[in-house]
C-alpha cells in the first residue's frame, strides 16, 4: 500500500516513511488492522470530538490533527462509534510522544517558548546554556502524546507520532 507524502514530509526532508508512521489514530483506535476492517468512514468521532483534532484521511478514517488543539482522552469519540472501531476497552497501547525537529526556533538562537508554556504536563522545558542560549529537552515519561504543543509552534517544528514501546511493539 502506497500513501502519498504530504508537503510537510517534503519540507522535512522527509522522502519516505514507513505507512504506520503517516497517521496517527485517535487514542482510542484498536490496533490497525482490526481498526481498519471495523471503521466504516461514518464521521461520527470527528463530530463528537470536543477538541476538533479528529479529522479525516483520504479514506474517510479518523486521523489527530493538532494544529488547533490538544487531544484530552476524553474518549468521546469511542462512545460516539458505532462500529467498535474506536473503543475504550479493546484500544491498541497509546506510544504516541512529541518530537521537536530542527526547525525549532530555540535551537536557532531565537528566544522562543511557546511549546514549553502549552504542555500541560511540563515534558517541554529548557535548559541553559554557556552561549546564554535555553534549548529545548523534551522528557518522554511526562510526554502524553496530546499535542498540546503541535499547535502552538509558529515554525511547526513539533510532531507527535507513535514510537515503539521498550518491548519493540509498534502501536
Same mark, same amino acid.
Given at each position: ?37 471495523? #471503521?466504516?468512514? *461514518?464521521? +461520527? &468521532?470527528?463530530? !463528537? @470530538? =470536543? ?8 479514506? $474517510? ?9 490538544? #487531544?484530552?482522552? *476524553?474518549? +468521546? &469519540?469511542?462512545? !460516539? @462509534? =458505532? ?8 484500544? $491498541? ?79
Amino acid at each position: 500500500m502506497s500513501v502519498a507524502l504530504a508537503r510537510r514530509d517534503l519540507f522535512r526532508g522527509r522522502f519516505s516513511r514507513p505507512a504506520e508512521a503517516r497517521v496517527l489514530r485517535p487514542p482510542t483506535a484498536r490496533i490497525e488492522d482490526a481498526f481498519r476492517a471495523a #471503521c466504516d468512514g *461514518c464521521t +461520527a &468521532c470527528v463530530a !463528537a @470530538c =470536543p477538541e476538533k483534532v479528529i479529522r479525516l484521511d483520504g479514506q $474517510r478514517r479518523p486521523v489527530l490533527q493538532f494544529l488547533h488543539g490538544e #487531544c484530552t482522552f *476524553c474518549g +468521546a &469519540c469511542a462512545e !460516539a @462509534c =458505532p462500529t467498535g472501531a474506536l473503543t475504550r476497552e479493546e484500544a $491498541r497501547p497509546w506510544t504516541a510522544k512529541a518530537e521537536i525537529g530542527a526547525k525549532c526556533l530555540a535551537l536557532g538562537g531565537v528566544h522562543c517558548r511557546s511549546c514549553g508554556d502549552a504542555c500541560p504536563t511540563s515534558a517541554i522545558r529548557f535548559a541553559p546554556r554557556a552561549d546564554g542560549r535555553f534549548l529545548p529537552a523534551l522528557s518522554l515519561d511526562p510526554c502524553t502524546g496530546c499535542g498540546a504543543c503541535v499547535g502552538d509552534c509558529p515554525v511547526g517544528a513539533i510532531d507527535v507520532h507513535d514510537r515503539p514501546t521498550r518491548e519493540g511493539a509498534a502501536a
